[in-house]
């Protein structure tokens, strides 16, 4: 209960409940402003700080509370220091190599307080949902703000967030594979609807690289869920519906203009003519992950430095905001072998983990998130990541399966052998 009174506001109640409150509003507004670090820098950084308080007060809450600290803040902040003492044998110290420290530290508060929220499976089902409502409400946001008549332009995703659309489709893709998960583990059909709005905004946003994970997403969730009663009839439904979405890009025109002419030209760049005259954009990207190999080449165990890939191409090439289009090269150039290994460190820890949960003790959560890991490992080798928000957000989200898999396997095979009785 809220009241004011001789100029004080009070909340009255759970305290509990109320950091809680807090906690999932502020998640929610973090997550819509996607890219707050471009645009709002302050948003970005607010609530990084908000999301981490609520957390703390919600741990304080509880009784017999878990961690203080979880391991992935650890092991954020190895990779973090290590990133900030590369700046020792850097060619470029500027505000822009700055930039890049201030991120990290925004991204450890915010997967910190991922870590702390979720306690238990429900915790993060309810994380789960909370992430399918923020990016439904981004899509419907570019809906709103993006004229009618560029819907089909292949941009879909840059208009609201005021970024580049391929990352506004890889979030979309992760509560597509999410609402996909409520509806084909949990039952609940109504999220069917969500998983067609999320495959149609991502044909629309032109990124090929997250229609490969939309697709790919279900099937692979699907091929891993061996435990489903109707398995092979399952995994061949799964697959045309594929093919379907596959053939529906090809031939309607709307999706061709918007996805369709881009896979073409991607085949032909890969077997037929690597030339900049087939797709121009792939002959650059292929171009720029070279120029890191080369880095990486001079410097292999320390690399360049953080941030010093973009200062390098732009001071050397003359070529402003590029980056290298691949996150495993971006980290080879900048941080060497140490800092490569320190980073996916954690994916690694993290994949086993859920391998086990998913696989042992069919938790339906780990498989969830089992999959986004191996999708996001495959998608890595096209864009970069690891000075991101938003992408770790899920990978805290992923982390905290790690924990509370376990539990909710076991609690899925009580409930089957209890029906079966």
Known sequence: MVSFKKGILRIDGNKENTARWIYELTFVINTITLFAFNDVKFIGTL???????????????????????PYNTAWYVAFTVFSAISCLWSMFIDTHIASYFLRMVVIIA?????????DTAEDLERLIKLF???????????FAVTPSDEWTSGVMGSHFSGANQNSVAFLVFCAELMAFYEFYSRGRKRYVFLIILFVVFVILSGSRKALFAAVAGPLMFV????????????IILIAALAALIVFIIMNDVNAYNSIGKRFESMLEFWFEDRSHKVDN????RSYYIQLAQEMFGESPVFGKGMGNF???IDEVYELQGVYS????????????????????SMYAFII?????????????????????????VVLETGFVTYNSKMPHIVIAIAYTATYVGDADGRKYSYIENHTEG
């Open 132 to 142: 399918i409502l923020s990016m439904t409400i981004i899509v419907f946001m570019e």
């Open 281 to 284: 954009s792939l002959y650059m």
């Open 352 to 376: 086993i983990k859920l391998i086990r949960n998913a696989l042992i003790h069919k938790s339906r959560i780990s498989l969830l998130f089992l999959t986004f890991m191996i999708l996001l």
């Open 310 to 312: 973009a200062r390098i």
């Open 223 to 234: 091929f891993f869920s061996v435990y489903k009663r109707n398995y092979l009839f399952h």
């Open 325 to 344: 289009h691949n996150n495993f090269w971006q980290i080879l150039s900048e941080l060497g072998i140490v800092g490569f290994f320190i980073y996916y």
């Open 110 to 118: 915010s997967i910190t307080s991922v870590s702390i929220y979720v």
């Open 47 to 69: 609530t990084g700080i908000v999301m981490l308080a609520a957390a703390m007060l919600l741990w304080l809450g509880r009784k017999n509370s878990r961690v203080v600290i």
